[in-house]
């Protein structure tokens, strides 16, 4: 495989669940990035990490929780969510270091919550 | 702050038409500006790229020119096709900002009539 790849494509859960998304990059990238894509709303960035380090935190509400085992791995963990919640979560890394580096992204995890 | 501007869309256009979908930009440093697109059901992906002024990127027979006298990076295609039908959005990455942050439009929903 190549690219950014994102488990699950989509996602159903109830308010009360506990979920995880997950998502890999096959790039050698040193930066990886979690963002929200709602209806009619613009892109909004979520968490970056950077050499497994988060470097950005973007005012995310505490029921989504991020994990970056290893700087080819992203998790998004999920509890507690709101209907609001529901949208397209797209992962995405990034070769950081240079501003000309665009960032790649998978094809995200359709979440819906109930 | 840094941000974009694009055209509010959907655009909808017959075959072989020309397309133009407008970006402006506004940064404090000398950002690289970026068309990524996306296709339904898909993730986004880049689709062309420019990091100074009066470079012009170019791709799949998509073109933009990086203006700095306008702040400008509008998007622009000879003849579209059906297959052109996507979300498209205008992008940027200030040196000057932290190294993570891409600022990103609010994309242009472009639909090709056969």
């Known amino acids: 495989e190549t690219g950014v790849t994102q488990t699950p494509r989509h996602l159903v859960m109830g308010m009360t669940n506990k979920k995880s998304l997950k998502c890999e990059q096959h790039?050698?990238?040193?930066?990886m990035y979690w963002y929200k894509q709602s209806a009619k709303k613009p892109l909004e960035l979520m968490f970056v990490?950077?050499?497994?380090?988060?470097?950005e935190n973007n005012s995310v509400p505490s029921r989504f929780s991020p994990e970056c085992p290893n700087s080819s791995h992203l998790f998004l963990h999920l509890h507690t969510l709101q209907p609001e919640d529901s949208a397209l979560y797209l992962c995405?890394?990034?070769?950081?270091?240079?501003?000309?580096?665009?960032?790649?992204f998978g094809n995200g995890t359709r979440l819906t919550v109930t | 702050g840094d941000s974009v501007t694009q055209m509010e869309g959907p655009v909808t256009l017959s075959e072989e038409a020309f397309l133009t979908i407008n970006c402006t930009y506004t940064?404090?440093?000398?950002?690289?500006l970026f068309w990524y697109v996306q296709y339904p059901g898909e993730g986004l992906q880049l689709l062309l790229k420019?990091?100074?002024?009066?470079d012009k990127g170019s791709n799949k027979g998509f073109e933009a020119t990086y203006r700095k006298e306008t702040t400008s990076f509008h998007l622009e295609k000879g003849s579209v096709q059906v297959s052109d039908s996507a979300v498209y959005f205008c992008?940027?990455?200030?040196?000057?900002?932290?190294?993570?942050?891409?600022?990103f439009g609010s994309g242009t929903r472009l639909s090709i009539r056969p």
């Open positions: 995405a890394s990034r070769e950081e270091g240079g501003a000309d580096s665009p960032l790649h």
């Open positions: 790039l050698g990238h040193n930066a």
């Open positions: 990490y950077n050499f497994k380090e988060q470097t």
């Open positions: 940064a404090t440093g000398y950002p690289s």
């Open positions: 420019a990091t100074k002024a009066d």
């Open positions: 992008a940027l990455s200030d040196p000057s900002l932290r190294a993570s942050k891409i600022i």
